[in-house]
């Protein structure tokens, strides 16, 4: 399977308790990338962080004290700007899913947020798991938590040999 992979694209990373305006400006470039995928007949995912009303009692509660992503809360839902309709959602209660062997990947490309801290966490997993197909990330359609931490992210991943397009 072809699949492109939409990392997080939720209001709460996009304009809420963790917005920032490189977020907010790659919704119509991964609206794009998802239309394309779709024509192409590619495999379209997305991830959903989600947390619980006791998020601040958990680790990632204790290092990053913000609320985000509760279930069901408005900050949880997918971007309405994007079409999830036709496609996989995945639930995910930390930065990987570690359940990508479920697929049967062919080429996987990312795309989505936060570049270094759920993209990398997923692009990593599914270059462990599946080392001999292509991996790759489109910069353009991903934003980090600051712009300095993105292409550290995006050195990180190079590095390891996931393929960087448009960045």
């Not at 036709?86 to 697929?103: C, E, L, P, R, V």
Request: net charge negative; glycine share 6%.
């Amino acid at each position: 399977m072809r699949a492109l992979i939409v990392v997080d694209m939720q209001n709460d990373f996009i304009d809420g308790s963790l917005g920032t305006k490189e977020a907010v400006s790659i919704v119509p470039k991964v609206k794009k990338k998802i239309e394309e995928a779709q024509a192409e007949g590619r495999e379209v995912i997305f991830t959903r962080d989600t947390h619980y009303d006791d998020y601040l009692e958990t680790n990632e509660g204790k290092h990053l004290p913000v609320v985000h992503c509760v279930e069901e809360s408005r900050g949880w839902e997918i971007s309405e700007e994007l079409d999830a309709s036709a496609s996989t959602i995945i639930n995910k209660n930390t930065f990987g899913y570690t359940g990508w062997t479920d697929f049967d990947f062919e080429e996987v490309e990312l795309v989505g947020l936060c570049t270094d801290i759920c993209v990398v966490s997923n692009a990593l997993i599914i270059k462990a798991l599946f080392p001999e197909i292509k991996v790759s990330v489109d910069a353009s359609c991903c934003a980090g938590v600051t712009p300095e931490a993105h292409e550290a992210a995006l050195t990180t991943m190079r590095s390891c040999q996931i393929e960087i397009v448009n960045g």
